[in-house]
C-alpha cells in the first residue's frame, strides 16, 4: 500500500502474457481525498473502476457522468477521459486494467456495448470487496497462482450490467461464430463414430438441424455433412501415410461403414484410389 498525501492508494501489475488475446495487466484500490482528480488523461489500456463508496464524476467523449457507490465506469485505449471526487463525499474505487487483440469480442462484448461507459455492478454483501482483496494480496510473481487470479478477474467482470441484455451476446455473428467453433470440436472428436450424423450433432447442441446446416453454411463455406466428410477423408490421407496400415483399417477408424464407399468418396477427393495413394507415400 501507498500512503500519498493520506490517500490509500495500491496498485499492482501482472505480467502474465500467455493470454494475449485477454491480458490482465493490474489491480488497485484508492481512497480520494475531497476533490481528488485523474486527467484529463489518455489511457493505453482498458481500465474498470468500480465505486464502492461515496460519489464522483467521470468525463469521457464529451459526456459528464455523476457516479456513486455500485456505479463502474470503463476507459478504453486512446480516450481522452477525467474524474474527480466529490468535495464532500469522496469515492473510493477498486479498479481492474486489462487489454489484449480481442477484449471487445471475448469479454465486452457479453456486457457493455461499444456506446456505453458507465453502469452498474451488482455484487451481495461483500463480495466485491474480497475478491479484490485477494487480487492486491497475491504475489505477481507466483506464477501457480495465475488460473486463480484470472477466475477472480472474469467473476468480477461479470459482475458488471452496462444495459446490455443478458442474450445479445448469444445473437447474431458472434453466437454463429460459438456455434460453429463447437460443430467443429464435436467433428474432431468425434469423427471415427460411424453411428454420427448431422442430427445427432444439431441435437446435442439443442440446435435445429436445418438451423445448424444454415449456420455452418455460412460460417465455413461448406454444408455440414461436407465438412464431416472432407475431415473423415483428410485424417484417412495422415493414416494412409504411414504405410503400416490396410485402407480396411483406415475406413473403419475414419467412420466409414464400408471400403468401397470410403474408397469412392477417397478417390472423388484426392484423384486417386486410397489403395494407389497409400502406394506413393
Not at 464522483?56 to 464529451?62: L, P
Not at 481522452?80 to 489484449?100: H, I, K, M, Q
Not at 447442441?205 to 465455413?220: F, W
Amino acid at each position: 500500500m501507498i500512503i500519498i498525501n493520506n490517500r490509500k492508494y495500491r496498485d499492482i501489475f501482472f505480467n502474465e502474457e500467455i493470454f494475449s488475446e485477454l491480458l490482465f495487466l493490474n489491480v488497485g484500490h484508492e481512497t480520494c481525498l475531497p476533490k481528488h482528480s485523474y486527467g484529463p488523461k489518455i489511457r493505453e489500456h482498458y481500465v474498470i473502476h468500480y465505486i464502492i463508496k461515496g460519489k464522483g464524476i467521470f468525463k469521457i467523449n464529451g459526456k459528464t457522468y455523476h457516479l456513486k457507490e455500485k456505479n463502474f465506469f470503463l476507459i478504453r485505449p486512446n480516450e481522452l477521459s477525467y474524474y474527480e471526487a466529490d468535495a464532500e463525499e469522496p469515492w473510493e474505487y477498486y479498479w481492474l486494467g486489462f487489454n489484449g487483440s480481442r477484449v471487445e469480442e471475448i469479454l465486452l462484448s457479453r456486457f457493455i456495448d461499444q456506446f456505453t461507459d458507465t453502469g452498474m455492478f451488482h455484487s451481495k454483501g461483500n463480495n466485491l470487496n474480497f475478491k479484490f482483496e485477494d487480487l492486491l494480496n497475491s504475489n505477481p510473481f507466483d506464477y501457480s497462482k495465475m488460473l486463480f487470479r484470472y477466475s477472480i478477474f472474469f467473476d468480477l467482470i461479470r459482475m458488471v450490467n452496462g444495459g446490455i441484455p443478458s442474450t445479445k451476446y448469444y445473437e447474431g455473428i458472434s453466437m454463429k461464430k460459438m456455434y460453429s467453433k463447437t460443430f467443429m470440436l464435436y467433428i474432431q472428436n468425434s469423427y471415427h463414430l460411424k453411428e454420427l450424423t448431422i442430427s445427432s450433432i444439431a441435437n446435442s447442441m439443442n440446435l435445429n438441424p436445418s438451423y445448424l446446416s444454415q449456420i455452418i453454411k455460412e460460417e465455413l463455406g461448406i454444408t455440414p455433412i461436407g465438412y464431416l466428410k472432407e475431415y473423415r477423408l483428410q485424417k484417412a490421407s495422415v493414416l494412409l501415410e504411414l504405410g503400416n496400415i490396410t485402407v480396411t483399417e483406415v475406413a473403419d477408424l475414419v467412420g466409414y461403414e464400408s471400403v468401397p464407399s470410403f474408397s469412392r468418396a477417397f478417390k472423388k477427393l484426392f484423384g486417386q484410389a486410397p489403395s494407389v495413394y497409400k502406394g506413393q507415400h
